[in-house]
């Protein structure tokens, strides 16, 4: 059985974009099967709270204690195909990500290289699954076993004391999720059905970077 349960952490700024399309999303999943012969069940779940770290890691454990099978974060800024979730459900991967442009001007992608030392673009030609050393959540599916195996907190923020600031939080969830034996994927195909939306509508294949 597939228990899906989504997960939107948010200060309480929700984009009526984004959710149109966790309301489609939902409707779809309730009449077209993820797989054949599959059972399936949904449930959404919202937080709101200041702090991004303490909503994900309620979020999260709030799914487990109702046994949930996966994980996925939806960020209240992103709007989506409905078979954006079908996509990386189907990759049968225990940790896949969207990938999708930081949404102020001139920012790049927001996957980072598996050496964490640049960023991937995710165009025309990338190819349907790539490494990726981190991600932002903004829409990352993620498998039970993950937190099951990782130790809590889940969602620390890191102070780097040469840059005298803190990390988000998805940078060291990424970091512990690859030490424990799960390689983070970023879906390109997924990708470039993502909208990022902030002061501009930020696609894969934003005609202003031509």
């Given at each position: 059985m597939i228990y899906v349960n989504v997960c939107i952490p948010t200060s309480g700024l929700v984009r009526a974009e984004?959710?149109?399309?966790?309301?489609n999303f939902g409707l779809t999943f309730m009449q077209q099967p993820v797989f054949p012969?599959?059972?399936?069940k949904i449930i959404f779940r919202h937080l709101q709270s200041s702090c991004i770290s303490y909503g994900r890691e309620r979020l999260v454990s709030d799914a487990l204690a109702d046994g949930a099978t996966h994980i996925l974060f939806i960020d209240d800024d992103i709007?989506?195909?409905?078979d954006v979730p079908y996509r990386l459900l189907r990759r049968e991967r225990p940790l896949?990500?969207?990938?999708?442009?930081?949404?102020?001007?001139?920012?790049?992608?927001?996957?980072?290289?598996?050496?964490?030392t640049g960023r991937i673009a995710t165009t025309a030609q990338s190819p349907p699954l790539e490494e990726c050393g981190a991600c932002g959540f903004g829409m990352?599916?993620?498998a039970r076993t993950v937190f099951e195996t990782l130790p809590q907190p889940w969602f620390p923020q890191q102070w780097h004391p040469d840059e005298k600031t803190y990390t988000t939080e998805d940078f060291p969830f990424f970091q512990s999720a690859r030490e424990h034996g799960f390689?983070?994927?970023?879906?390109?195909?997924?990708?470039r059905h993502l909208v990022h939306i902030g002061s501009y509508?930020?696609?894969?294949?934003d005609p202003r970077d031509t």
């Open positions: 984004h959710a149109l399309s966790v309301a012969d599959e059972t399936q709007a989506f195909d409905p896949v990500v969207g990938n999708y442009k930081i949404r102020f001007e001139g920012m790049p992608f927001a996957a980072l290289t598996p050496d964490l990352a599916l993620i390689i983070p994927m970023i879906d390109h195909e997924a990708s509508r930020y696609r894969w294949n």
